[in-house]
């Protein structure tokens, strides 16, 4: 695990023991489901979050469990990426599919959440690298991270960040996701997805 500190910009970044094949599976389900089904915010042309069910994804609970233990030598305590299936009122993990030309806006998320993290499942040569925003608006400093497939990034939840253009002709595909410290507090549902969460 490496951890990088730039202009108060904290990130941990790792590679989970998730094999070519197991990502080529993860790849595959997400096409076999219903896309349309359950997603959310649309902005600038395509859906930013595909909400799929935890038991139709094969290996996403490896690289959840993956990114609470990192998270726990992170924060001190133990966190975990809420779900259903725990009971809780919903899954707070999500699929990101960014085809050619499209990108992801400038936000943060949800203030309850102590880290959110974004894995890679499918990420192309020159399809968009993360960006990491601090300062206040007239002083802001981007700071950029190239998004490589396999690869996991951990960083606080009230962090802002976007991702650039996808110049490749390919879609790229990840996974984005929050990590709350127990017991877990109920989550407010409607933050972090309106349109003022989002930046120019």
């Known amino acids: 695990m490496e951890k990088f500190i730039h202009s108060n910009i904290k990130k941990w970044i790792f590679s989970p023991l998730v094999t070519d094949k197991e990502r080529f599976e993860i790849k595959n389900a997400i096409y076999n489901c219903d896309l349309k089904k359950n997603r959310s915010h649309y902005f600038n042309g395509r859906w930013e979050n595909i909400y799929i069910s935890h038991d139709l994804i094969p290996n996403l609970e490896k690289i959840l469990f993956f990114a609470g233990q990192i998270g ?46 974004v894995y890679y499942i499918d990420v192309p040569n020159n399809s968009g690298n993360i960006l990491f925003r601090t300062g206040e608006s007239n002083k802001k400093s981007d700071w950029e991270i190239k998004s490589q497939t396999g690869q996991m990034i951990l960083f606080p939840a009230i962090q802002k960040h976007s991702v650039d253009i996808n110049r490749s002709s390919r879609n790229r595909i990840s996974l984005g996701f929050n990590l709350y410290t127990l017991p877990i507090k109920e989550i407010d549902q409607g933050d972090g997805y309106a349109f003022s969460k989002y930046y120019g």
């Not at 919903?90 to 960014?98: L, Q, R, V």
Request: hydrophobic share 25%; charged share 30%.
């Open 72 to 117: 726990k030598n992170i924060y001190g305590k133990t966190v975990v990426v809420p779900r259903k299936d725990m009971g809780c009122h919903s899954n707070e993990y999500w699929f990101n599919i960014s085809k050619p030309g499209q990108s992801t806006r400038w936000h943060d998320h949800k203030k309850e959440a102590k880290l959110s993290g």
